[in-house]
Every structure is written in structure tokens, then in C-alpha cells.
């Protein structure tokens, strides 16, 4: 079982920088695909941010390409998402994850944490 635990987040002033990290347990860190998602009060559906695979391999969504960075830490089985130059539409709440199988956007990220809250002011 994969559990997901979330650190960071906050408000911050649009320009600003935040992270977002998450510690998982439970599983074969590396063989795990690892991303983030976030969601926005009233939407149903999560928007999948950044992944990222065991060999360091990123992906990210083009709203976020250019300012947010995904890393991992395969030995203390962490991952982490700078995200700089923040904007009001990144408001969200931010959900780490974790899959299985190829490792980008569209992976299948069946685990979930609860979520930090991201708030950016204008």
C-alpha cells in the first residue's frame, strides 16, 4: 500500500515561489512514477502538473512549464515541486501522487495524498 504525505505549500504574492514536497511509504520507491496534481475549488477534475520518473525523467503541463520544477529523491524516497514565479490561477490544492507503468502526464496516478493548499495573491 502507498501512502503519500505532503510538507510545504502556503500563500504567497503572485511572483513569488512556494514547495511543495511529499514523502511516500508502502512501496518500491523506484519503480514508482511520481507527480502532482492540483485542483481547483468547483472543478472536478485534478489537473496532473509535473511527473516525474525514477531516473529523473520530467514532464510538465504547458501552464506550468518554464516555471515549476519537479524533482526526486530516490534515496529518501521524496519528491518535490519548486514552483517560481507563481500566478492567482495556480491557486489550488496540490495532491502528490504516485503510478505505476510509463511515467509522464497521462500515467495513471491511482495513489494520492490529501493535499496542501497553494494560495496566490494578485
Known amino acids: 500500500q502507498v501512502e503519500l504525505e505532503e510538507f510545504g505549500g502556503g500563500s504567497v504574492q503572485a511572483g513569488g515561489s512556494l514547495s511543495v514536497s511529499c514523502v511516500e511509504s508502502?512501496?518500491?520507491?523506484?519503480?514508482?512514477?511520481m507527480g502532482w496534481l492540483r485542483q481547483v475549488p468547483g472543478m472536478e477534475r485534478h489537473e496532473v502538473v509535473a511527473?516525474?520518473?525514477?531516473?529523473?525523467?520530467?514532464s510538465y503541463a504547458s501552464s506550468v512549464k518554464g516555471r515549476f520544477t519537479i524533482s526526486r529523491d530516490n534515496a529518501k524516497n521524496t519528491h518535490t515541486l519548486q514552483m517560481n514565479n507563481l500566478k492567482p490561477e495556480d491557486t489550488a490544492m496540490y495532491l502528490c501522487?504516485?503510478?505505476?507503468?510509463?511515467?509522464?502526464?497521462?500515467?495513471?496516478?491511482?495513489?494520492r495524498g490529501q493535499g496542501t493548499q497553494v494560495t496566490v495573491s494578485s
Open positions: 501522487a504516485a503510478g505505476v507503468g510509463y511515467c509522464d502526464l497521462g500515467t495513471d496516478f491511482s495513489w
Open positions: 508502502g512501496a518500491t520507491y523506484s519503480r514508482l512514477c
Open positions: 511527473a516525474v520518473d525514477s531516473s529523473g525523467r520530467t
